[in-house]
T-cell receptor, first 110, second 114 residues
Framework: GESVGLHLPTLSVQEGDNSIINCAYS??????FIWYKQESGKGPQFIID?????DKRQGQRVTVLLNKTVKHLSLQIAATQPGDSAVYFC?????????FGTGTSLTVIP | NAGVMQNPRHLVRRRGQEARLRCSPM?????VYWYRQLPEEGLKFMVY????????ESGMPKERFSAEFPKEGPSILRIQQVVRGDSAAYFC????????????FGPGTRLTVT
């Protein structure tokens, strides 16, 4: 099956610092990637997406970088806030299916 | 505009009983995905449906699991003769017809099999 993995299962950052969450994927046929945020007891919430013909996309306080050469995806959160504490998943899209990583738990220290 | 709704939010079933999970997509959305999430794991794709059609059920277990999305009413994920290993959070997501990749998730149903 497909695999989407995360380098670090947990990440702790000081409030105000920048956060970087990494994700590796295995299928070079993946043409679309999404980052989701999941708070405890809730469903995943869309953060930002990127197509495979791009290498960078910016949103509000978030940036996604895609390196197709090494099949690596990262999510950068600027000026991390306590409300950013959650589990972050990357997902790759192949055909009709989305394949999710296991998630990185981000804890923001006030 | 209400988001994706799922009910019940929590469901407890004894082994051998049936579980029925409901998902009402966002208004105007005609695509529904079901996912299963085990503790400390990512979401695993189960099935992709459009109104009255199953588009991709390659992630569904071969037995005991079924899904439907009728012309009227919510999408239903049905698990017959539940076993302890079925205990998980089940999420559905809906997407608009113009962009099936733009998925909006519901709050999930947490199924516990005792």
């Amino acid at each position: 099956g497909e695999s989407v993995g995360l380098h670090l299962p947990t990440l702790s950052v000081q409030e105000g610092d920048n956060s970087i969450i990494n994700c590796a994927y295995s299928n070079s046929a993946s043409d679309y990637f999404i980052w989701y945020k999941q708070e405890s007891g809730k469903g995943p919430q869309f953060i930002i997406d990127i197509r495979s013909n791009m290498d960078k996309r910016q949103g509000q306080r978030v940036t996604v970088l895609l390196n197709k050469t090494v099949k690596h995806l990262s999510l950068q959160i600027a000026a991390t806030q306590p409300g950013d504490s959650a589990v972050y998943f990357c997902a790759e899209n192949i055909g009709n299916q989305f394949y999710f990583g296991t998630g990185t738990s981000l804890t923001v220290i006030p | 505009n209400a988001g994706v709704m799922q009910n019940p939010r929590h469901l407890v079933r004894r082994r051998g009983q049936e579980a029925r999970l409901r998902c009402s997509p966002m208004k105007g959305h005609s695509h529904v995905y079901w996912y299963r999430q085990l503790p400390e794991e990512g979401l695993k794709f189960m099935v992709y449906l459009q109104k009255e059609n199953i588009i991709d059920e390659s992630g569904m277990p071969k037995e005991r699991f079924s899904a439907e999305f009728p012309k009227e009413g919510p999408s239903i994920l049905r698990i017959q003769q539940v076993v302890r290993g079925d205990s998980a959070a089940y999420f559905c997501a809906s997407s608009p017809p113009a962009n099936s990749r733009e998925q909006y998730f519901g709050p999930g149903t947490r199924l516990t099999v005792t």
